[in-house]
């Protein structure tokens, strides 16, 4: 009985322990790594980081889980020549939670309200890779006289996933589940640790720990290795910082449930008329065919990135520098001949 309590006494004082030790390093992670400035809209705080200067802004938006951390290395060479903006959607890095469904409607209403306010004027070049694309597309449809150009990188295709596939239901709910185990694992510092680990080139132990947590703790830290070692080296304690936070999963939990909203949405969603477009499709990927182009808009073009997967902004990062920039001088371009 004795030896019971102790083991109860002890474990109580350890998950106590761990509370403290996140609440710590999430008030530190907040004044060491933001940079930017946070936009207030409604209920809303957006984190913006901007860079550059000159115009059409180029605007990124990031895929599903993932925060203006993924576009450093891109908006940072973008701005040497060019204004740029990156920012976390609302339940994700540095932004304050989701207070409605992240469909691309509510996404893009909420970023072009958050830039007038912010002062950032169009026009606009939209960037956005995956789920991003489908964010920029509502935008351009919402906003037209706001955009001058479209760049959507491997933009997430509707009819993969549900309710129009239904056989894709399963890794939604995988991605529920881990979420369920990530958020207490991250309330009581056991994320924290293992990712401060994995960066401090102590990824063995970090496996270790992780491995006898579970299968499902070893799943999402492959899953932060996996993305983050492609990013800029100086990003990482960063984007550590927020894969240790329990409301960055809470938000990652809140855009998965919108899925099937968000396929119903931008299935029925009109093309663009007139704006050019351009995509860059992954070499491991099947090429959108003229119809799937056409759905998209009515001036696109397709490139194929021959030696990327998914995330080809981080695999071939020039060949999106150049899409970029091929853009802003077409706009630029169209202005002038316009004025003329």
């Given amino acids: 009985m004795v030896i019971a309590l102790y083991f109860v006494s002890f474990a109580m004082v350890l998950v106590a322990t761990g509370f403290v030790y996140q609440w710590i390093g999430s008030r530190r992670d907040r004044r060491r790594y933001t940079e930017g400035r946070w936009v207030r809209i409604g209920r809303h705080n957006l984190y913006f980081f901007e860079r550059g200067e000159g115009e059409p802004v180029v605007l990124f938006e990031a895929g599903i889980g993932a925060t203006h951390l993924n576009w450093r290395y891109i908006q940072d060479s973008i701005a040497?020549?060019?204004?740029?903006?990156?920012?976390?959607?609302?339940g994700l890095g540095w932004s304050g939670p989701s207070r409605t469904p992240r469909t691309p409607n509510n996404i893009a209403t909420e970023l072009r309200e958050a830039l007038q306010l912010a002062g950032v004027s169009p026009p606009y070049v939209l960037v956005g890779h995956s789920f991003g694309g489908l964010v920029m597309r509502r935008f351009a449809l919402l906003f037209p006289n706001d955009v001058?150009?479209?760049v959507l990188i491997d933009p997430m295709r509707c009819e993969e996933w549900p309710p129009l596939d239904p056989s894709k239901q399963s890794q939604l709910d995988l991605g529920r589940k881990l979420i369920r185990f990530a958020m207490p694992v991250t309330h009581c510092g056991l994320a924290r640790l293992l990712v401060s680990l994995l960066f401090c080139r102590a990824a063995k132990l970090s496996h270790q720990i992780a491995g006898a947590a579970g299968a499902h703790s070893r799943h999402v830290l492959d899953r932060v290795k996996t993305e983050v070692q492609k990013m800029p080296r100086e990003v990482w304690p960063a984007v550590a910082a927020h894969w240790s936070r329990p409301g960055f999963f809470a938000g990652v939990r809140c855009h998965i449930q919108s899925i099937p909203e968000t396929v119903r949405e931008m299935d029925a969603a009109e093309p663009i008329a007139d704006t050019p477009i351009t995509v860059l499709t992954p070499g491991n990927a099947e090429p959108l065919s003229q119809e799937q182009l056409e759905r998209i808009g009515d001036n696109i073009r397709q490139v194929?990135?021959?030696?990327?997967?998914?995330?080809?902004?981080?695999?071939?990062?020039?060949?999106?520098?150049?899409?970029?920039?091929?853009?802003?001088?077409?706009?630029?371009?169209?202005?002038?001949?316009?004025?003329?």
């Fill in 80 to 90: 040497q020549f060019n204004s740029t903006v990156s920012y976390d959607r609302a």
């Fill in 148 to 150: 001058a150009g479209i």
């Fill in 304 to 340: 194929i990135a021959s030696k990327s997967e998914h995330w080809i902004h981080l695999d071939e990062p020039d060949l999106v520098i150049d899409s970029i920039r091929d853009m802003v001088a077409a706009s630029i371009s169209s202005t002038v001949a316009a004025a003329d």
